[in-house]
């Protein structure tokens, strides 16, 4: 008997992943040589870029900032750009978070494509519940993502953050499925198992490198 009759995937290391801060660089910067290209990809990952990893400390002036950055755009930018700023200058920075605000900062896992269409060809619904302060539709229409569910639930547009459950009901309301029928997919324990409380199962997948295979085939066992 299948788990579940519908499947909410979480967005950023479940289906994508944001392109790491060395690859970054050589995008907006291939003039940049080593060592010095490595040395700032690191103090750039120890900082904090949008699309990941955490950052490994918040400046108490930008804790508030950073804890609402995913229900309001300004707060998002301006918390980025505070903790990248100091490291690689306004201009950089600047860039750095335009690129992730588009598709080419981004790499899509290398079964996230084969899996959605498989959900697809079975009639399962499908969709997406993402925490983000930015808009990552262009993200996900850029990487042939957006074409393959069938809603999209996020945290700017719904003003709650997972592992809030509001915005879990409202992922389940566009889907038409009951809580226990619903099975969340993504990498973070502390934020993507908060359906949980409402009866939710969830498959929980460590964030893999960008463009890897993600392990994502197991949900096609569950449904």
């Known amino acids: 008997m299948a788990l579940a009759d519908a499947v909410l995937f979480d967005f950023h290391g479940t289906l994508a992943a944001g392109r790491d801060a060395v690859e970054q660089l050589r995008l907006l910067r291939p003039e940049l040589a080593e060592p010095g290209l490595s040395e700032l990809a690191e103090a ?10 955490y950052p490994q400390h918040i400046p108490e002036e930008l804790a508030d900032a950073y804890a609402a950055r ?31 605000r588009g598709p080419e900062g981004w790499v899509a896992y290398a079964d996230a494509h084969g899996v959605l269409d498989a959900l697809r060809a079975r009639g399962v619904p499908v969709g997406v519940i993402t925490n983000v302060g930015f808009d990552l539709l262009p993200v996900a229409r850029g990487l042939g993502i957006l074409e393959r569910v069938d809603t999209w639930t996020s945290s700017l547009d719904v003003g709650a953050v997972k592992p809030d459950p509001e915005l879990f009901r409202v992922a389940l309301a566009t889907l038409g499925v009951a809580p226990d029928r619903c099975l969340v997919v993504g990498d973070n324990p502390g934020a993507d198992a908060g ?4 009866g939710m199962p969830a498959l929980l997948l460590p964030m893999s490198p960008p463009g890897t295979t993600h392990g994502l085939e197991t949900v096609l066992s569950l449904v």
């Open 44 to 53: 750039l990952t120890v900082a904090g870029l949008p699309g990941g990893p």
């Open 70 to 100: 995913d229900t309001d755009a300004a707060l998002h930018r301006l918390a980025y750009e505070g903790l990248l700023t100091p490291v690689a200058g306004a201009e950089l920075t600047s860039e750095l978070y335009d690129l992730v």
């Open 195 to 198: 359906g949980v409380v409402l």
